[in-house]
């Protein structure tokens, strides 16, 4: 679907100075994937999109989307697309807003309405359906964005900081979203700082740094458990004072719940097995970082 051959992008100033955003990228995105990326800032996720997206031309390299350069495809196919700044006029109301998307993302008139009425149930906008933009709130504005991007039935979605500004309760129905998505013939980006939410949702990310691709991660592999030690909050229902024996040192943070550090996963199975063996009953057994989380530290050099 997604072909990104050592593409490179270089900025340069009226003054001569040259900026390096991205370096030798090479990536392959197959239909049917929900896809991550993730990085710092200023790591070079949003220049990558710009170049997806046709709006900027690779310095070096090519990307292509089912064969063809991005600025054909979306011409000729469209696009589902959130940036990281939703920005909408003010002054239109909701419902408006969304027709006015639709006529330009190439809704077939008669089929207008019916597009975004299902938008606004999708994203629980009917009770703000006749308010004005600048009459929204954070999360509500960021509701609209995603409502935009699901207009038409695009086969290519590229999410920029989805889930920026919503409360928990909507957080938790965009990942339902994204998986009512999921489709062998769609495939989703997301572009995301929050590294549990792509854990959640994607079946691999990619971490930028410094313009240039790091590593992937399977998000569902456990092949993909990183290197070097692991921390682990567990909590027992009873037998806390066995905790010590099994786990030397465990630190208690109260409540029968103690955080510890295991070379793999392997040693954590043996210890918890040791600790109930002596009788403790253990609740929950949860890491202090996830796969992805610990992956990207690394990839970063921000591994502690």
């Known amino acids: 679907m997604i072909e990104f051959s050592h593409v490179g992008k270089t900025y340069r100033s009226i003054t001569g100075k040259s900026v390096r955003a991205v370096d030798d990228f090479s990536l392959e995105i197959p239909r049917g994937e ?7 800032n200023g790591a070079g996720k949003s220049t990558l999109i710009g170049v997806l997206l046709g709006f900027l031309h690779p310095s070096d390299g090519s990307v292509r ?4 350069r991005p600025r054909a495809y979306i011409e000729r196919n469209g696009i589902g697309y959130l940036s990281e700044l939703v920005t909408i006029n003010k002054r239109w109301r909701t419902d408006a807003a969304l027709t006015r998307y639709a006529i330009l993302a190439g809704v077939p008139r008669e089929r207008v309405s019916e597009s975004v009425e299902k938008v606004i149930a999708t994203l629980g906008l009917g009770e703000h359906r006749r308010k004005r933009v600048k009459a929204l709130s954070k999360g509500n504005l960021q509701r609209l964005g ?16 989805p889930t920026h500004g919503l409360d928990p309760v909507w957080t938790q129905r965009f990942r339902d979203i994204v998986n009512d998505l999921r489709d062998p013939g769609r495939t989703m980006i997301i572009a995301s700082h929050n590294l549990d ?9 990619a971490i930028i ?6 590593r992937v991660v399977g998000t569902g592999s456990l092949d993909q458990t990183p290197s070097g030690a692991l921390t682990y909050r567990i909590s027992v229902a009873s037998g806390a004072d066995h905790f010590a024996k099994a786990f030397p040192g465990a630190v208690s943070t109260g409540r029968g719940e103690f955080e510890v550090v295991v070379a793999d996963l392997a040693g954590l199975n043996r210890k918890l097995g040791a600790l109930m063996s002596e009788g403790a ?18 990839a970063v050099g921000e591994s502690s």
């Open 197 to 205: 939410e792509l854990q959640r949702l994607t079946d691999r990310v």
């Open 146 to 161: 995603l409502a935009q991007a699901l207009l038409r039935d695009e086969e290519l979605l590229i999410l920029d900081e």
């Open 65 to 68: 989307v089912n064969g063809m």
């Open 209 to 214: 740094d410094h313009g240039r691709l790091q």
């Open 281 to 298: 009953v253990v609740a929950a057994v949860v890491p202090t970082r996830s796969v992805l989380e610990q992956q990207f530290r690394e």
């Open 34 to 40: 929900v896809f991550g990326i993730a990085g710092p």
